[in-house]
């Protein structure tokens, strides 16, 4: 029952979506930016998103960086 509650939901987000995109040729100056600004900022999230993930990633998959260490050594007073 909840699957196609969400279903119908994001078809319908969907069918909204399609419907302001086509009607964007002959919005106003004001929905243009707004839009612009909308989009602008999704895909700045999901850029920032897929470069932490792949910086994650490729640190915690080499170990070798890790298992290397440099022993601290005491300095000799003067």
Known sequence: MAAT???GE???VGERLLLKLQQLP??????LVAFSII???TATVLVLGLIACSCCCAHCCCSESRQRKIPVRPTKPR
């Open 39 to 41: 989009v602008l900022f």
């Open 26 to 31: 002959q919005a106003e100056p004001v929905e």
């Open 5 to 7: 509650d969400f279903v």
């Open 10 to 12: 994001i078809r319908s």
